[in-house]
């Protein structure tokens, strides 16, 4: 079954101590599409300026990726975001910002994408993803994300948003945040008990934890020694776990906890390579066989 | 077979944001000997003063540790650690050091000592560690500990001990340091470049990694929702890894692998309680339990 994303859609220019990549291919919805791509039919609504590249449609138009949903204003500017990486490539500074046609944009949804099952809610406001869902037809499965921002400053919204998710992502600073807990995993139950049916809780290179009906599910990090840029990685991530879901009808809990390996294996890939490079090079064999390999590593 | 465990004894102070124990039994070559006596017998080297309290000795014979290699200096007084964690349970202050007894310290081992075929040496100089290894007899597995004091203070004798070690357990930072690699994989494959034949690599909560000839082992760390004292929670991890080691003769790597996952058990039933507390009330029983909920919780 497809899936579909809002999200944004961005240039990004990306510093690290190794090198940089200025004026690249970023944004969630751009991340999340092209990993979901390699499971499903993706459908993506967002919005770019008259300044936004051919190459960039092209290079998503050729992994299958529908962009009617994708609004063009031929007089501004695309989102731009400028970040450089520490010397342990965990943490980041945003360096410059700029948010030009996504400053007011409010998604609609063309007719055709309503009745679409799997719907993944990029890192938004909560009140601009009740907006969305109330466009949608009965999805089968609602996905979103959050981030600090929205918990602080909009958590009456984000609390009436949550009841009406299937999963929630977010990762531990957040989770800590919202629960008000300090011990990650009593935070992820809290959360799970403010509405989401499942919570993702990532950590970055550590893993992640899943807290589901089928109790703690736990993955460290896919061990990664070529780390390029970590930009996109979590939302390579929630598009693995989405593509991967809507492609296998089988029953939980395994489903889902397959779906949380596929996300660590293309978050891990897409730290290998700047923008969608690494990504650009993989085959779903590849991904297959990173995911056994990582299989093999986590037995006992 | 048996367990040989040399490092110290000694009485701690803990405070934590959510209480306290003041004069409780610590010390590295305790809670190794405490953990590893759940599946095998263990002998202990070490010293303490006079003033060791007749009760902890109890507790450690009540558990059939063998102490004769125990020695009391009766005119000194026991090693003495205070420390206090911070509000996340990650990181702690020592508060107090006294060195006391153990600061001039030279292991000699009980003739009956020098066949035992499991050897654990605990944090101390690696001089100390080569002193200890030359009054072994063909000891079949040698583990070490090491910390940060000893990579920066004394590097030349670390890499003369660590060829003759089967195995070093280290946390992540050290092995950052010890093979100046920030890449956490990288570094951990440097460190077995060095000499051991495995290196565990421990990431607290985050879990750990085993390096070995086997490849890269992954284990998130065992969830764990109500922490009171990190304390000792490293040595009890080894404590696992070596008792276990010692207690099953089967081909690696499936034995190593179960070595790791015990060693995280015993560990995170250690910090669910002050000192050994937590140890004190549990049975291999319940630690088999976890070992399979584990178990269950990290596969997909």
Known sequence: M???????????????????????????????AYAASFFTRVSLVGVVGGDFPQQYLDLLRKRGIDLEGLVVQP???????????????NNRDTLEV??????????????????????????????????????????????????????????PALLKLLPRLDG???????????????NLIRAGKKVRELGPGFVVVKKGEHGSFLFSQDGVFLLPGYPTENVVDPTGAGDTYAGGIMGYLASDDSPPPGRLRRAIAYGSILGSLTVEGFSLNRLQATTREEIDERLEAYRRMITF
């Open 2 to 32: 497809s899936v579909l994303v809002v999200g944004t859609v961005a240039i990004d220019s990306i510093e690290t101590p190794f090198g940089s990549a200025p004026n690249v291919l970023g944004g969630s919805a751009t991340y999340f």
């Open 168 to 182: 929630l992502v977010l990762n531990d600073e957040e989770a800590r945040l919202l629960s008000q807990d300090d």
């Open 98 to 155: 700029q948010l030009n046609v996504i400053a007011d944009f409010e998604p609609v949804l063309p007719p055709s994408y309503r009745q679409i099952p799997y719907l993944f809610l990029g890192n938004s406001s909560p009140a601009l993803h009740l907006k969305v869902l109330e466009q949608m037809e009965r999805p089968k499965l609602v996905l979103a994300d959050t981030m600090n921002f929205w918990i602080e400053t909009q958590r």
């Open 75 to 89: 007089g501004g500017k695309t989102f731009y975001w400028k970040g450089r990486y520490h010397e342990d490539m």
